[in-house]
């Protein structure tokens, strides 16, 4: 793609950028056909680069957008293993290890029916940007497998989780690629998927997974940080508006790791959760979220949302198969899965008053919803942004492995705050200087782009 120099008077790039961003889309979905997921990832990020390459056109010199869109290296494997009955079963294992322009590749494996090639690249496509906003040295990765952990038993998931690492390692290491949790994969998998990296291997090497339990090697903080930091990015985009986060009613989806810690954050700053979610169904609760029964439930029996309205009591109300987005309040988060809120939930969140939206989850919020928003005037929160907590504090756990070192609570809880103050910050004013005030999709897309791009720029042609 070739650019010219001209000047940014109009904000979204010239027209001549424009035609070259859209022609360059075009053709990724003809060389990557049935890919949705990761079509829409890369339209989001292409479709806000145009002021930036106007202004900037040696960024686009060398085939950089192109060779930016494709992985530097994608590994897909056979994993077969056996469950309690002694019967065999295949799925299929990923890896795409987008770009380590900036440092070793870095995301999160994972663990889900819906897992394809188009979700793990749009993931790792996601990755590149958010890793680069934390400013903490780390490329672009994902992976995962169409495995359904669900209503398996421990040694299920662990003979899967072995068969899994059993090709998987010879890929990774603490320089190469450090995998991480997703959907799916928590603190059990990851502890399963380290013993087994750790018997092949021979090695001592707690930098190439994180997540890690704390006691061998894990980071203070780590389980919460997806959800944390969402709430502190929230909370800033809120402050930019003269707002404040304290006494707002907000809407959680999902009940997972990130969904349970949001919740425990959004309660300690004065907020009340008023909503979770899981696929069959939500949960209001009119008093807020019990966050020590939804723990009970979710992380200790692996249970449903319907069973925490059943033991909450009168406070609670059980919807099947309706969404969060029904209830009216402030502020949302949506902490589920990609694509779960659409223009219909975003027009239903607007009339029912809402502030401000912030992505916990990777994508969940579709082009037309986020357009919906931005044309009502609510704040919005992309995940490459807003939910950069959690691999920011994977990061911080690689530091902490690398110096064979053990940090406070205190102080990776201090470095998370810092962290999601400077991308709050970085995103606003990118967006300020492109011609974009406010948007902080541009803001985030564009300030990602300049770090990675100006890196395999002085890097060369690899
Ligand atoms: N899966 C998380 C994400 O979407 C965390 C990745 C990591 O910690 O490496 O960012």
């Keep these: 793609m070739s650019t010219a120099a001209t000047s940014t008077q109009d904000p979204r790039g010239t027209q001549q950028t424009r035609d070259a961003l859209a022609s360059l889309h075009d053709e990724l979905v003809r060389r990557n056909p049935a890919q949705p997921e990761f079509h829409q990832a890369a339209h989001e990020v292409l479709e806000s680069l145009a002021p930036v390459l106007a202004a900037?056109?040696?960024?686009?010199?060398?085939?950089?957008?192109?060779?930016?869109?494709?992985?530097?290296?994608?590994?897909?494997?056979?994993?077969?293993?056996?469950?309690?009955?002694?019967?065999?079963?295949?799925?299929?294992?990923?890896?795409?290890?987008?770009?380590?322009?900036?440092?070793?590749?870095?995301?999160?494996?994972?663990?889900?029916?819906?897992?394809?090639?188009?979700?793990?690249k749009f993931l790792g496509f996601e990755q590149i940007f958010k890793n680069a906003l934390t400013g903490l040295g780390i490329g672009g990765g994902k992976g995962g497998s169409d495995f359904d952990p669900h209503g398996k038993s421990d040694a299920e998931v662990m003979r899967f989780c072995q068969a899994f690492m059993t090709e998987l390692h010879r890929h990774i290491g603490d320089h190469t690629d450090v995998p991480a949790?997703?959907?799916?994969?928590?603190?059990?998998?990851?502890?399963?998927?380290?013993?087994?990296?750790?018997?092949?291997?021979?090695?001592?090497?707690?930098?190439?997974?994180?997540?890690?339990?704390?006691?061998?090697?894990?980071?203070?903080?780590?389980?919460?940080?997806?959800?944390?930091?969402?709430?502190?990015?929230?909370?800033?985009?809120?402050?930019?508006?003269?707002?404040?986060?304290?006494?707002?009613?907000?809407?959680?989806?999902?009940?997972?790791?990130?969904?349970?810690?949001?919740?425990?954050?959004?309660?300690?700053?004065?907020?009340?959760?008023?909503?979770?979610?899981?696929?069959?169904?939500?949960?209001?609760?009119?008093?807020?979220?019990?966050?020590?029964?939804?723990?009970?439930?979710?992380?200790?029996?692996?249970?449903?949302?319907?069973?925490y309205a059943e033991r909450r009591g009168a406070s609670a109300t059980y919807v099947p198969g309706g969404s969060v987005w029904e209830v009216p309040a402030d502020v949302a988060l949506p902490s589920a899965t990609q694509n779960?809120?659409?223009?219909?939930?975003?027009?239903?969140?607007?009339?029912?008053?809402?502030?401000?939206?912030?992505?916990?989850?990777?994508?969940?919020?579709?082009?037309?919803?986020?357009?919906?928003?931005?044309?009502?005037?609510?704040?919005?929160?992309?995940?490459?942004?807003?939910?950069?907590?959690?691999?920011?504090?994977?990061?911080?756990?690689?530091?902490?492995?690398?110096?064979?070192d053990t940090w406070s609570r205190e102080r990776v809880e201090n470095e998370l705050a810092t962290v999601m103050r400077d991308i709050h910050d970085v995103c606003w004013e990118t967006a300020e200087r492109y011609g974009t005030p406010g948007d902080y999709v541009s803001g985030a897309n564009i300030a990602g782009f300049e770090r990675v791009a100006e890196a395999m720029r002085a890097q060369g042609l690899i």
Excluded at 69 to 86: A, S
Excluded at 192 to 215: A, D, M, P, S
Aim: aromatic letters at 6%.
């Design 56 to 120: 900037r056109p040696e960024l686009a010199e060398a085939a950089l957008v192109e060779r930016l869109c494709e992985p530097e290296r994608q590994i897909v494997f056979r994993v077969p293993w056996q469950d309690d009955k002694g019967r065999t079963h295949v799925n299929r294992g990923y890896r795409v290890e987008f770009n380590s322009a900036l440092g070793p590749y870095k995301g999160g494996l994972r663990f889900h029916p819906s897992v394809n090639l188009s979700v793990v």
């Design 181 to 307: 949790g997703d959907i799916g994969v928590g603190g059990r998998e990851i502890g399963y998927l380290f013993g087994q990296y750790r018997r092949i291997t021979n090695r001592w090497e707690t930098g190439v997974l994180t997540g890690k339990g704390t006691g061998w090697g894990g980071s203070a903080i780590r389980t919460e940080a997806t959800g944390y930091g969402n709430v502190l990015f929230l909370a800033e985009m809120l402050r930019k508006r003269g707002e404040d986060l304290a006494g707002r009613q907000a809407l959680v989806s999902g009940s997972g790791n990130v969904a349970i810690y949001t919740v425990e954050k959004l309660h300690q700053l004065g907020a009340v959760a008023l909503t979770v979610s899981d696929s069959r169904g939500y949960v209001v609760d009119e008093k807020g979220i019990d966050l020590d029964l939804l723990k009970q439930i979710k992380e200790v029996e692996r249970g449903r949302v319907s069973d």
């Design 340 to 404: 779960e809120l659409n223009a219909a939930d975003a027009e239903t969140l607007v009339r029912g008053g809402v502030r401000a939206v912030s992505e916990g989850a990777n994508m969940p919020v579709t082009p037309e919803a986020v357009r919906v928003l931005k044309e009502a005037g609510v704040a919005y929160g992309p995940g490459k942004a807003a939910n950069a907590g959690g691999v920011a504090v994977s990061a911080l756990e690689m530091r902490q492995n690398s110096g064979r």
